[in-house]
């Protein structure tokens, strides 16, 4: 998962593209990037670290221009260990194109394979992104004619990227002397949107991954960009758009919407927050028929993203509502950290528990999801190292079960605690007296409450149903081979 942006402004762009990756940082923590297009010339600057590491004066200085894309990074594809894996990316031909992508290729093998065999470009990294970029840069060579580009070009090679590619993409591209295209693949699996911005100048536009990089820097929300949707901005700030793929059938993520994006983001017309809420409201459902509301003396979030289910699970079941975890605010998500062994470190390091809170009492601790089962094992040991006389736990998703392929770090089954064990046996693991799940159903219900037009969701990593059609037993073995291997020589390494 990453988190990109594009600006199209009347004046320099570089302050506000920092600003809305800031907005965007829970999306990527490994790797942050910014080019800007200055006097029909590219600058660049990316690095490993947080945004506000990154970009230093001298840095910002060093990236002139009225238009800009940046990314903050979350390594799925590829490698992490190399800066050249982190975006935005660069090919000098055709025109000149700077590209940001958040998402995850499934066939970016058999395309990098075609790339080299078939088109003669040379991919020089590992990261599925590259070669994404590649494939538009490709087609967009041959939908021009001679040295000019029109709209129609652009349309048509992003048509046909959506014929050639498979997966999850969204993308902002930044061609040269010409302007800024943003397109979402065909289910619309990962979020884009649009905002505008009046300026003494003219409008000046953004594109990005969450609506709260567009209204934490002082944009009006314009709208979601469609599955499968590409908007042209061009030089003169006129936005343009077209349908491009043949048959696109809206699928969002569902796990955005449970983890992912921040709860003041508007979400293809859902308020994060709102369903967060109606996650709470269903949860607290199925905690009723499957625990003793007798037993439950208060219920605490694991902070952030569970509070308002926390907060609405409580006040529907009349319990307790108390803020037993304190969050170290510099210590980023575990979640999206690359490394077990890091993502183990940090957890004790990022929470510290109130014992005042938990001493002598039956607590309740709702969480957004449980994944590995690390943070959920240590937060419920910490509980209890601070008093609790028992630990409930209850999870605003369903049991992960199944790899996600779609651009989140869950690429083996091995590695799920939910695999292979069921409800009970989960709760034994994590040290929990006891444990509920939502039900993928009422998980679904909860965001589609707030917008009946999403008839479907990618809820893959629940239900073992994969969208875009292409996974099967032997590309998940294959991942799940890669995985390990990269997993043995992170631990060689740190020996």
Not at 40 to 68: E, I, W
Not at 444 to 456: A, F, K, V, Y
Request: glycine share 8%; charged share 20%; net charge negative.
């Amino acid at each position: 998962m990453c988190g990109i942006v594009g600006v199209a402004a009347r004046s320099p762009a570089n302050q506000a593209i920092y600003d809305s990756l800031l907005l965007l940082q829970h999306r990527g923590q490994d790797a942050a990037g910014i080019a800007t297009s200055h006097d029909q010339f590219f600058n660049m600057y990316k690095a490993h670290g947080l945004v506000r590491d990154v970009f230093r004066t001298r840095n910002m200085r060093a990236l002139p221009g009225t238009s800009g894309l940046g990314q903050v990074r979350y390594p799925t594809a590829g490698s992490s260990d190399s800066v050249d894996e982190a975006q935005p990316f660069y090919v000098n031909a055709p025109f000149g194109i700077t590209f940001v992508h958040n998402g995850n290729l499934t066939n970016w093998r058999e395309l990098r394979e075609e790339l080299f065999r078939i088109d003669r470009r040379h991919i020089n990294t590992n990261s599925d992104s590259e070669v994404l970029l590649n494939v538009f840069a490709h087609e967009l060579q041959l939908a021009s004619s001679g040295v000019s580009l029109d709209e129609n070009a652009v349309f048509n090679a992003v048509s046909a990227v959506h014929r050639r590619t498979k997966g999850a993409y969204a993308v902002i591209a930044q061609i040269a002397s010409f302007g800024m295209v943003a397109f979402r693949d065909p289910y619309g699996i990962r979020p884009l949107c649009l905002g505008s911005l009046a300026t003494d100048n003219g409008v000046e536009w953004m594109v990005a991954s969450e609506s709260v990089a567009l209204t934490g820097c002082g944009y009006t929300f314009v709208r979601d960009i469609a599955p499968g949707e590409a908007l042209l901005i061009d030089l003169d700030g006129n936005v343009s758009s077209r349908q491009c793929a043949e048959n696109p059938i809206f699928t969002p993520c569902v796990f955005e919407y449970v983890y992912f994006a921040r709860p003041d983001s508007l979400m293809d017309g859902v308020s994060i927050y709102d369903a967060r809420l109606n996650m709470g409201e269903y949860l607290a459902d199925k905690v009723a028929k499957n625990l003793r509301l007798g037993e439950i003396d208060v219920v605490m979030p694991i902070p952030d993203s569970s509070r308002p289910s926390a907060m609405q699970l409580a006040s529907r079941l009349g319990l307790n509502y108390r803020e037993g975890f304190i969050k170290n605010r510099y210590v980023g998500r575990t979640f999206i950290m690359p490394g077990q062994a890091v993502r183990k470190k940090s957890v004790r390091q990022k929470l510290s528990a109130i014992d005042m809170e938990f001493r002598g009492k039956n607590v309740l601790l709702v969480d957004d999801s449980i994944v590995r089962g690390t943070t959920s094992q240590q937060i419920v040991e910490m509980a209890i190292s601070a008093g609790a006389n028992k630990v409930f736990f209850a999870s605003a998703a369903p049991p992960v079960r199944f790899p996600n392929v779609y651009g989140i770090d869950m690429p083996t089954q091995a590695e799920l605690i939910a695999t292979g064990r069921d409800t009970n046996e989960v709760a034994r693991a994590i040290g929990a007296a006891g444990l509920v799940y939502q039900d993928l159903e009422d998980l679904e219900s909860s965001i589609r409450d707030l917008n009946p037009g999403i008839t479907q969701f990618e809820s893959s990593c629940f239900n073992g149903r994969y969208v875009t059609g292409d996974i099967d037993a032997a590309y998940l073995e294959r991942l799940g081979s890669t995985r390990g291997n990269q997993a043995a020589s992170i631990s060689d390494d740190d020996a």
